[in-house]
């Protein structure tokens, strides 16, 4: 289970001091409450079709309160929460958690050990779904909108006493076993007992499963008098009391209990009791059949556990394939974007970085530079006489050239500098923690070694160019961006075009 999230804390923290402490401890120990047997079996039934749906497993799932308390405190956890409403329903939960987490919340269900601990849990149950049902009728009536969620905890308003019975297995028959006890003898037993009785262990469970604060608050206030405003917390409160009286020797005194109980606080015709009796009447007897509730329940608990297990790990198996393609084509779909990204920073003739990137680049190591007070140093290349070469040698050896100077310049920078194309027949390297001394020494480093190597080769002649750069370096101006850094390197380019091109001017010295 998922533990408390954060919106639950504060009262899971009072719940916990309000519960004596033994209790919790034994309670901490069984981790899952036992499933009713033929939901088990029908969730298994569907979990063998194809084409099962949330809705199919919502349905199996709904009428058992063990199941019915997992999903709704996984589809609350905070995972699943982030800023929606919480689940009020089944349906609620498992459309929230989606397929695949609802598979195996519910696969992973657990049975008593043997037929004997189902068949002394039979109240629990019969109380639990007769109790669904009357709540979610008289909300029907009353609160129209809040049905499912009054169904939903109106099935689970008893659901410490399952757990009290999984943590006691060796009391539960003493407390629990004793025929046509009322509901209030059972709380009386167990504050005897236990210290507090079954309504706080169940709030208690929930909020430390994480369910939502309002299903938890709602449990833990089940079984208060009927005296309040809120029609859904009503509907709730009587229903236990149907419940009760319902399944007991003598139904229809135990009903007319009730019903004047109820023409004490408000209109019987409100109530439209005997539509919720005609409700029951037609509803219950169907579904406890369908439930395995109307007699013994005989199952192969340990056949059934097995199928169970196995539909898990084939489940697991095909979760984790999934996984597995996800994840490739999570990979590819990085890659590609790396790929593009890489791409779209470059300039596809010379390879080398282009404006837009140098740009960035220059204003981010500009900003570090100043918050840093460290230095560097900006270099401008402008290639000589391209407009010649090119008319003389056509565009193709024009480009050709760009091309070879573009892989030079990269074989002449060190790592962390970086060299792009800033227009036509410009570049631009940009040479952190460099001074103007290392930059004027790297620049003369391309004039030389254009000196050396051709650029093209034209008809097997070999094609010579020469550059006219400008350095800039950092600290020899009060440089308010990254802008004035460039054209003080442009000035000192422009400086040696002047002064006959093929050559390094530095900008203030
Ligand atoms: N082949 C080729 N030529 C280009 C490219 N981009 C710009 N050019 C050319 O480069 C030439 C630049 O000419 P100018 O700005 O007059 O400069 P220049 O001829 O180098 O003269 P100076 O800079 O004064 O030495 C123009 O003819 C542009 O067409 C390109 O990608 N490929």
Redesign the pocket.
């Known amino acids: 289970m998922t533990g408390p999230n954060a919106v639950s804390e504060t009262l899971y923290t009072s719940l916990t001091d309000q519960l004596p402490s033994f209790l919790s401890s034994a309670l901490l120990q069984c981790k899952r409450l036992p499933t009713l047997p033929a939901v088990a079996l029908n969730i298994l039934d569907i979990s063998r079709g194809a084409e099962a749906t949330l809705s199919d497993y919502a349905s199996a799932i709904e009428h058992d309160p063990a199941l019915t308390a997992r999903i709704m405190s996984v589809a609350n956890s905070v995972h699943y929460l982030r800023a929606a409403q919480p689940p009020h329903t089944c349906f609620d939960a498992t459309q929230r958690i989606g397929l695949d987490v609802t598979l195996a919340t519910v696969l992973s269900f657990c049975l008593f050990e043997n037929d004997h601990g189902a068949r002394g849990r039979l109240p629990f149950w019969q109380r639990s779904i007769t109790a669904a049902v009357a709540a979610s009728y008289l909300a029907q009536q009353l609160c129209p909108h809040q049905s499912g969620s009054v169904f939903t905890t109106a099935l689970l308003q008893d659901i410490g006493i399952l757990a009290l019975q999984t943590a006691y297995p060796g009391d539960a028959e003493r407390l629990y076993g004793i025929e046509n006890t009322s509901h209030q003898h059972i709380m009386q037993v167990e504050k005897r007992y236990f210290g507090c009785h079954h309504a706080l262990v169940g709030a208690w469970l929930l909020a430390k499963w994480g369910a939502h604060d309002g299903l938890i608050h709602a449990i833990q206030h089940s079984h208060d008098g009927l005296d309040t405003e809120d029609n859904a917390a009503l509907c709730l409160r009587v229903s236990g009391a149907i419940a009760d009286a319902w399944l007991s020797a003598n139904p229809a005194d135990a009903l007319a209990g009730v019903m004047r109980q109820l023409n004490a606080l408000t209109p019987s015709s409100e109530w439209a009791m005997s539509g919720l009796l005609a409700h029951l009447q037609q509803t219950l007897p169907p579904l406890m059949e369908t439930l395995g509730l109307g007699m013994p329940v005989t199952v192969d608990s340990v056949a059934l556990l097995k199928e169970a297990q196995q539909r898990l790990f084939e489940h697991t198996l095909s979760l984790s394939a999934r996984l597995d393609a996800q994840q490739k084509a999570r990979e590819t779909l990085l890659n590609d974007y790396a790929e593009l990204q890489q791409r779209s920073r470059l300039d596809p003739?010379t390879q080398l970085a282009n404006r837009a990137w140098l740009e960035e680049q220059l204003r981010e190591r500009f900003r570090l530079c100043l918050t840093t007070e460290r230095t560097m140093s900006v270099v401008f290349i402008?290639?000589?006489?391209?407009?010649?070469?090119?008319?003389r040698y056509?565009?193709?050896?024009?480009?050709q050239?760009?091309a070879h100077f573009g892989r030079m310049l990269a074989s002449l920078i060190r790592v962390g500098d970086l060299a792009g194309r800033y227009?036509?027949?410009e570049f631009l390297v940009i040479l952190p923690d460099e001074d103007a001394e290392g930059a004027r020494r790297f620049a003369e480093r391309i004039t030389r070694r254009l000196q050396e190597r051709p650029m093209a080769r034209v008809d097997q002649e070999p094609l010579y160019v020469s550059v006219?750069i400008g350095v800039a370096c950092l600290t020899d101006g009060g440089f308010g961006d990254e802008r004035e850094l460039i054209d003080a390197a442009d000035q000192s380019m422009y400086f040696t075009?002047r002064s006959g091109?093929g050559g390094v001017s530095v900008y203030g010295h």
């Open positions: 003739l402008d290639l000589d006489h391209f407009k010649v070469l090119n008319d056509g565009h193709q050896a024009g480009d050239v760009l227009g036509g027949e006219s075009k091109r």
